[in-house]
T-cell receptor, first 109, second 117 residues
Framework: RKEVEQDPGPFNVPEGATVAFNCTYS??????FFWYRQDCRKEPKLLMSVYSSGNEDGRFTAQLNRASQYISLLIRDSKLSDSATYLCAATNTGNQFYFGTGTSLTVIP | DTGVSQDPRHKITKRGQNVTFRCDPI?????LYWYRQTLGQGPEFLTY????????KSRLLSDRFSAERPKGSFSTLEIQRTEQGDSAMYLC???????????????FGPGTRLTVL
């Protein structure tokens, strides 16, 4: 079983919509979680980190559910510029980070 | 621009040749990671350094791959006798070790795209 799993999508949503992605992790010892955004043929860029129950930054909200071992990312009022692949990552010691395969989002005008 | 740089950005080589990539992390970051990413996949962990010590190495890393970080600053990743299956984006990331275990945020460089013909 993979350490981190994501629904690859694609998610196609209209501009202004709210969209949510889930990411499950298998190692209950995982302590820190991250959402990255990756544009085509570019490097991942940090979007949010999640250490406790959740984090919010503008239109983006990340939540952690330790009991069910998943993290979610909610994007409100989607913009065309939000179109990208969203990667989640987990680590327990900070020595190894495990990434999901990414979820593809396309925001349609 | 996160401050992590990688060189070269693109490399085309013939099967059987050796290649070497360089990563310069953010200056105050003592942790450095190498990843490989292929199309449709997330970054796959290869190896990790804390200062100059290589502390973790993926079981997926064959003996054709070697990485160094001789002075705890920049790092090199060498692939010997390249194979077509080595074609991928090689990403470097760095972070600063914090007291709270796991609270290390990684910042990625732009990557080196390797094509093996």
């Amino acid at each position: 079983r993979k350490e981190v799993e994501q629904d690859p999508g694609p998610f196609n949503v209209p501009e202004g919509a709210t969209v949510a992605f889930n990411c499950t992790y298998s190692n209950s010892a995982s302590q820190s979680f991250f959402w990255y955004r990756q544009d085509c043929r570019k490097e991942p860029k940090l979007l949010m980190s999640v250490y406790s129950s959740g984090n919010e930054d503008g239109r983006f909200t990340a939540q952690l559910n330790r009991a069910s071992q998943y993290i979610s990312l909610l994007i409100r009022d989607s913009k065309l510029s939000d179109s990208a692949t969203y990667l989640c990552a987990a680590t327990n010691t900070g020595n190894q980070f495990y990434f999901g395969t990414g979820t593809s989002l396309t925001v349609i005008p | 621009d996160t401050g992590v740089s990688q060189d070269p950005r693109h490399k085309i080589t013939k099967r059987g040749q050796n290649v070497t990539f360089r990563c310069d992390p953010i200056s105050e970051h003592n942790r450095l990671y190498w990843y490989r990413q292929t199309l449709g996949q997330g970054p796959e962990f290869l190896t990790y350094f804390q200062n100059e010590a290589q502390l973790e190495k993926s079981r997926l890393l064959s003996d054709r791959f070697s990485a160094e970080r001789p002075k705890g600053s920049f790092s090199t990743l060498e692939i010997q006798r390249t194979e077509q299956g080595d074609s991928a984006m090689y990403l470097c990331a760095s972070s600063k070790a914090l007291l709270r275990v796991g609270m290390n945020t990684q910042y990625f460089g732009p990557g080196t795209r390797l094509t093996v013909l």
